[in-house]
């Protein structure tokens, strides 16, 4: 067997193949088996036709036909497996000649990663915010605490911002009731405007057993978009009361004896959340580092599939919330659909980027994967996706996702290693320290997540996103665990 490859630019080659027909006895072999199941020839029993019957039975040419459909896959596999040629997608494949007894020869046009002229990493370094506790932020994660030890005592007046009123609510479209848009005795706090335009101006200044009608877009469901006139009526209202903030609530509300206690609490949590946040910025800000200084052309035909399916991903998403592309936008505040595109082909590009530079570096350090770094992320992503180790693994494996798994995990170890040897400093010139922002329980939280004030966990090595094939959300966390 005879190949070449050439390359057609950076990101795509051409192999140019040929086949000596003696290496195709065993595709004439699995062909002449399946035809003799199939076929049926007076005076032989199924399967023991022999070929040159087969032959005059079906034609020569529909026989040749089938064994190059089983061998070119094999055959291409086996050239790319020789060359160790790094593919992406499938080939494009042309049969160029087909001469029978003598040579089959085709082509295949294929995107391939690159191959990328890394720069010196032994002097990396990023600057990240300082670690700085305000009063005010104090202040705020009090309120929270004190609006969940918050009462609700029933009120005789109109209701205000703050109260939570008992409401019932009458969507019409003409004259028809939607039953989706109607509810009763529903709990709203007023002001908060998390249900629907216009209703807090409706219900401000109304008093039990009073109603107002409005007009709003529906936002769901089949009849999104649409002006529907609701009306709404107040049933109660109650106000909430707060309790004071002196030692008696502190001591309720937490194990502190005081206030005080409470409070310097709270600051070293904030604090805490803050540095979490100092590991995930430098993880952000090398990999933005790595994308302005190392030059990766990307296959043009790799991203387009990657947006085509985000988007119908996305496009199902929108359809089981019963909503359409410009009730989304509307929402969302994207000005247009074209804006939306743009910076989705943004983030693709830039996740690609990411992955052909970590899989180059990984390449560069020969970092290996093993069972260890298998099993720390099947955990860290199993609980992400709140099921057991064992249920993601068999998802892994009858998705047929085990090989990207495993190549995402090594661009993970990647990241995690040169995040490791980068200098951090906060914007006043301190030296962060990576070894403060590791893990002191099981998992950090996932990288595209707010850090939660109530946790020991720091992600101080997690990769940023970077999807296996140019998939979306295979997202690399927990890199200082691999």
Known sequence: MKSTIEELGPTRVRLAIEVPWG????????????????????????????????????????VLEQVVQHAVPEVYSEVIRENQVRVLG??????????????????????????????????????????????????????????????????????????????????????????????????????????????????????????????????????????????????????KELPELDDEFASTASEFDTLEELREDVRTRVARSKVIQQGTQARDKLVEHLLET??????????????????QAFERELQQAGMDWDTFLQMSGVESREAYDAEQLKNVEEAVKTQF???????????TVDNEDLSAQVMAQAQRNRMSPEQYAQQLQQGGNIAEFVADVRRTKTLAQLLEQTTITDASGN????????????????????????????????????PADGADDTPAEDADKA
């Open 90 to 239: 499938q080939p494009d494949i042309e049969v160029t000649r087909l001469d029978d007894n003598d040579t089959l020869a085709f082509t295949a046009e294929v995107d391939v990663a690159p191959q990328l002229e890394l720069p010196s990493l032994d002097d990396l370094a990023v600057t990240v915010d300082d670690v700085e506790v305000t009063d005010e932020e104090i202040d705020q994660q009090v309120s929270v605490m004190r609006e969940r030890f918050s009462m609700l005592t029933g009120v005789e007046r109109p209701a205000q911002d703050g109260d939570f009123a008992s409401i019932d609510l009458e969507a019409k479209l003409g004259d028809e009731v939607l039953e989706d848009g109607s509810t009763t005795g529903m709990s709203y706090e007023v002001g908060s405007g998390n249900l629907m335009e216009g209703l807090d101006d409706a219900v401000r200044g109304l008093s039990a057993d009073e109603s107002k009608t409005f007009e709003t877009a529906l936002l769901a469901g089949p009849n999104a978009g649409e002006m529907a006139e609701v009306t709404v009526t107040v049933r109660s209202v109650k106000e």
């Open 23 to 62: 290496d195709l006895d065993h595709a004439f072999g699995e062909v002449y088996k399946e035809l003799g199941k199939q076929v049926r020839v007076p005076g032989f029993r199924p399967g023991k036709v022999p070929n040159r019957v087969l032959d005059q039975r079906i034609g020569r040419p529909v």
């Open 357 to 367: 530079i970590l899989d180059a570096i990984a390449d560069a350090r020969e970092v």
């Open 431 to 466: 030296t962060v320290d990576l070894e403060a922002l590791r893990p002191k329980t099981v998992q950090a939280p996932a990288a595209d997540e707010a850090p939660d004030e109530d946790t020991d966990e720091a992600p101080a090595g997690a990769a940023a996103d970077t």
């Open 294 to 311: 190392i030059e990766v052309p990307i296959p043009e035909n790799l991203v387009q599939r990657e947006v085509e399916w985000r988007n």
